[in-house]
């Protein structure tokens, strides 16, 4: 995707607790930021380079160590919630952010549910309709052709899928449309994971669409 329409896209929805996950999740996942980097930041970066250097705070090492002392306690804290969960080894392994959000949606009684032949979803937040959700797909499996209702970003957390345009790696962000369908299907070795923000739902098409078409919303994806 276009950083700049990335961009847009992420500013838009601040605020937005789906989105604000995703940004957070993405951040986690590439330290640099650079994919959301607009043109005007790295003009303003020629300036701060001419700057002098700044004093750390007194308190400046002491805090990053802190810091690194609560990831370690979080991931104590995440092995003992995950105990007995499914799926527990691939969830303790995601962006910390995402994780955190999978194991407050379990605590409140979330469940995996069906979602397609080798697709799992486990509904993280619904923030005035606008959803965050985590999808787990086997190699080989994918989601039936649908276009959008709304704006659909979808984050690959591991494994990758390819949706008969482009192919997705860890990190990577597409941003779907209204108009444009696809066909996301996970592509073999790892299990792939991702982490979708989106509005409305999905307009399946072929038998799937028709079933969708006689009985309305909501759908596998988004119940």
Not at 19 to 31: G, N, W
Not at 67 to 75: F, G, R, Y
Request: charged share 20%.
């Amino acid at each position: 995707m276009n950083a700049q329409t990335l961009s847009g896209v992420l500013a838009a929805g601040a605020g937005n607790r789906a989105i604000d996950l995703l940004a957070r999740a993405t951040h986690a996942m590439r330290a640099d930021a650079s994919f959301i980097t607009r043109d005007d930041d790295l003009a303003s970066g020629v300036f701060l380079d001419a700057e002098p250097p700044a004093n750390l705070a007194a308190n400046a090492l002491n805090r990053v160590l802190a810091e690194i002392d609560a990831e370690a306690a979080a991931d104590a804290n995440a092995d003992a919630a995950l105990a007995g969960k499914d799926h527990a080894g691939e969830l303790r392994s995601l962006p910390t952010p995402v994780r955190e959000a999978a194991l407050e949606a379990l605590a409140h009684d979330a469940k995996w549910t069906f979602a397609g032949f080798g697709i799992q979803r486990l509904a993280l937040l619904n923030d005035n309709g606008s959803r965050a959700v985590l999808m787990r797909i086997e190699p080989g499996h994918g989601v039936a052709e649908h276009d959008h209702e709304d704006d659909e970003l979808t984050l690959v957390l591991t494994g990758a899928y390819s949706d008969g345009y482009e192919a997705y790696r860890p990190g990577d962000v597409s941003l779907a449309r209204p108009g444009f369908s696809h066909t996301p299907t996970a592509e073999p070795g790892e299990v792939c994971y991702v982490l979708l923000a989106f509005k409305g739902a999905p307009k399946f098409k072929g038998p799937f669409g028709l079933v969708q078409r006689l009985f309305g919303f909501p759908t596998p994806l988004t119940r």
